[in-house]
């Protein structure tokens, strides 16, 4: 059974946003599939290391290419403490390996997100170090294909924990809507059970934070898109401790 999006969904139902909790060192990897033009889920990224490192985990963004974040986005000089973007300079899935395991040993204490191109994972087997998959998608038809694909293609040897973060939507019971039949798709073609990271908001806040090559976990703490990124950023370290286990 998936881990459904009523289970971690907390701003967005008028809960009390999850408790802070004492960071631990965790070392996890967790690859975020973002391709370097894609700004929007770039951003997302960026914004979940910076919304992790400021809740109490040590985040470290790995970018594929041979800028950090493309070269245009986002400003790593308007990092918090303790959040760092790299680029790895990586062709594809086997050289963005070998950097990160790198990376990943000169720190111990920190969470790594790994930006992976897609149409990477779509070409071949994931590799051996890939155990923690973060997908984001819209409820656009195509989108949920390309999705429920990639997930199906990447979970299918039970090997790798997928999870996925809902955004692009006018409200809660649409991103329940989108998740469920997400989940209802992997199940039917390789049995890969999803894991919910809740929704993000892609709003004003989101976009004029790109623009200032910035982030809206820095620029508006209290704003919905921050307050989202939080709740999906507490799932994020949530997991990672079980993993470090």
């Excluded at 989108?178 to 890969?192: K, N």
């Amino acid at each position: 059974m998936s881990r459904e999006l009523a289970d971690v969904l907390h701003y967005f139902l008028d809960d009390a946003p999850p408790p802070a909790e004492a960071a631990d060192p965790c070392g996890s990897i967790l690859a975020v599939a973002a391709a370097p033009g894609d700004v929007l889920r770039s951003a997302f990224a960026w914004n979940l290391a910076v919304a992790l490192a400021r809740n109490g985990t040590g985040a470290l963004l790995v970018t594929p290419g041979t800028e950090p974040g493309g070269g245009g986005w986002p400003d790593p000089q308007q990092a918090p403490a303790d959040t760092e973007l790299i680029a790895a300079d990586a062709q594809d899935l086997v050289s963005l390996g070998s950097r990160v395991a790198s990376l990943a040993a000169g720190r111990p204490n920190k969470l790594l997100l790994v930006a992976i191109p897609p149409d990477w994972l779509a070409r071949a087997d994931p590799p051996a170090w890939l155990r923690w998959l973060l997908l984001f998608t819209t409820p656009d038809a195509a989108d949920l294909d390309r999705t429920a694909q990639l997930a199906s293609r990447v979970g299918a040897s039970g090997e790798v924990r997928v999870g996925v973060t809902i955004h692009g939507v006018r409200g809660v019971a649409e991103a329940r809507s989108t998740f469920l039949d997400l989940a209802r798709q992997t199940q039917r073609a390789q049995q890969v059970v999803l894991l919910s990271y809740g929704l993000l908001v892609d709003d004003l806040d989101v976009y004029r934070a790109i623009v200032r090559r910035s982030a809206v976990t820095l620029e508006q703490p209290e704003s919905r898109a921050a307050r989202a990124l939080r709740d999906v950023a507490y799932w994020i370290r949530r997991d990672a401790r079980v993993l470090a286990r």
